[in-house]
Each structure stands twice: as C-alpha cells, then as structure tokens.
C-alpha cells in the first residue's frame, strides 16, 4: 500500500494523471477535478445510492478536455465556496428598507408558500428578484439559500431556555448588516454555482 502525502493525492494518481492528461497536471489540478467531478449532476444521479453509504469512486475521464474542465470548474468552485462570504451580491436582486438601518433579524420568510423570489427579511428589509435558479443549489437536500434563512433565525431550546440569537455574532464582528450580506453573497454563491455545474461535461 502507499502512504498519501500531506495533499492526500497519491503519487500514484499522480503519475497515472501525468501520463493521460499531460506532464503539467499538478496534484492541485487532479484536487479540484475531483472536487469539480463531485458536483456532475450526472454522477451524483448514477450513483447516489452507492454515495448514501460508501465513499465516492470516481473515473479518470476519457479526454484531456474534460479533464481540464472539471478541474477548471473545480478551481472556481472551490474558490467562490471557500470565500462565500466575500462574494458581491447579485446584481439582480432588489433590497429595499436597508436605508433603515435596522438589520436586525428574527425570522426569515418568504411571503406565500412557493414565492421564493421575495424574502421577508424582518419588519423594515425585504429583498426581492431572486434568480429562481439560485435555489438549484441544493446542499444536504436543501437549498443554501434556504438553509441561511434556517439557521439565521432567533431561537430559544425548549429543553434549556437557552436563547440562540444571529444578530449577536453581527455585533461581535462589528457589522450589524452582517447577516444581510451573507444572505445576498449565498444568492450569488447558489447563482454561480448552478452556472458552473450546468456547463460541467457529460
């Protein structure tokens, strides 16, 4: 057996990848392929019940191009999901009230069941044109966008009373709009994503 080095791509890989694809592939490159590869909507469909209870196999894949576009498309995932919360809002969703400058947030809702192009952000905010695609984005069976509003809300343990409430780590970091800025980076995150993997090849 070979021991993994510290980027847990064996040499072996490595090699193999070399000779397939070219000298100038990297570990690094062979890293974001996979991670590139885990987001084929195809792959996951084929396999997702082999992926619900064993680690993931993936294919080397015929051609030197796609090889290069799943690790290209892996790079730029990789990038925009490790630094979401830097990422610009969408250009195309509107925030209205934030002139308010009450960023404080209690629940998060949309204003009818299945309107999701609007958030009820709290009493004075409200964001509203949200790409219908942006929900495509889906993490853990949920959308990101979904699971934002879900974790961003203000709420006490019935066990413990212990009361969790966001808008403290908003004060903690000195941004009061922290939450509301997050929320629109996810919107733009879920935007790009869903661009990328639909242009992932079969």
Do not use: C
Not at 126 to 149: D, F, Q, R, T
């Amino acid at each position: 057996t070979q021991t993994p080095s510290n980027d847990a791509i064996t040499d072996w890989i490595h090699k193999k990848s070399q000779a397939q694809y070219g000298t100038n592939v990297s570990k690094e490159d062979i890293f974001y392929y996979v991670y590139g590869f885990l987001h084929s909507p195809e792959y996951r469909t084929t396999f997702e019940n082999d992926l619900k209870k064993s680690l993931p196999r993936l294919p080397l894949v015929d051609s030197r191009e796609d090889f290069w576009a799943f690790s290209r498309a892996g790079r730029t995932l990789g990038k925009i999901h490790v630094n979401y919360e830097s990422v610009p809002p969408n250009a195309e969703v509107k925030v209205t009230g934030a002139e308010s400058g009450n960023f404080r947030v209690q629940k998060m809702r949309f204003p009818k069941k299945g309107q999701k192009h609007t958030i009820i952000y709290n009493s004075s905010i409200k964001l509203e044109n949200i790409p219908a695609k942006a929900y495509e984005y889906v993490v853990n069976g949920k959308s990101a966008i979904e699971w934002i509003m879900e974790r961003y809300q203000v709420k006490t343990d019935k066990k413990s009373g212990i009361k969790n409430d966001p808008n403290d780590w908003s004060e903690e970091v000195g941004n009061p709009s922290y939450i509301l800025d997050l929320l629109l980076s996810v919107i733009e995150v879920s935007v790009r994503t869903v661009d990328i993997v639909g242009g992932l090849p079969k």
